[in-house]
């Protein structure tokens, strides 16, 4: 299934797809921790660890690998959060080094929306400001294998 909705390199990039669970039930898989390291990222259950603290001005982090050099991974901010209807968030990707040394991207934008559809939920996603092509192509990718876990995990 194709969930990607704008021209890969694009910004904004905006991905799309529709899910056969409650609005609430698709907002809990976004906002709890266990839930997240089930369906975000490449493949399923492939997030080393996540942390959310869901309030305006809460910070969430997703660490995708880790090991004795480097963790590599995703953090942001919590700027807007209506339960079961939107999630506003900044984004970086994040490298941290063991020694405490840390490369981030620039902060982009992410805004979730969760939409009763039958009985079911659309959820778009609008990430822009992403800062090269490259990367837009990439978060894109990432993007789509996320919403594809995510589909598999709300259809069990």
């Not at 809990?28 to 869901?54: C, Q, R, Y």
């Not at 050099?69 to 079961?84: D, L, M, N, T």
């Not at 840390?102 to 934008?109: L, M």
Request: hydrophobic share 40%; charged share 25%.
């Amino acid at each position: 299934m194709d969930f990607l909705k704008s021209v890969p390199g694009d910004d904004p990039i905006v991905v799309e797809g529709y899910f056969p669970a409650s609005p609430e039930r698709v907002f809990s898989a976004w906002t709890d921790p266990e839930a997240v390291m089930k369906w975000f990222g490449h493949g399923l259950n492939s997030l080393h660890s996540a942390t959310i603290d869901l309030r305006p001005g809460g910070a969430w982090r997703f660490v995708r690998t880790k090991d004795a050099e480097k963790s590599v991974g995703f953090e942001g901010e919590y700027q807007e959060i209506a339960p079961g209807e939107k999630l506003v968030f900044s984004w970086a990707h994040v490298v941290v080094q063991a020694d405490g040394a840390r490369e981030a991207t620039p902060y982009s934008r992410v805004e979730v929306t969760f939409t009763p559809t039958g009985k079911g939920t659309t959820v778009r996603v609008v990430h822009s400001a992403v800062r090269s092509e490259d990367a837009r192509r990439g978060i894109g990718g990432g993007w789509q294998s996320a919403f594809t876990c995510l589909a598999e995990i709300l259809a069990s």
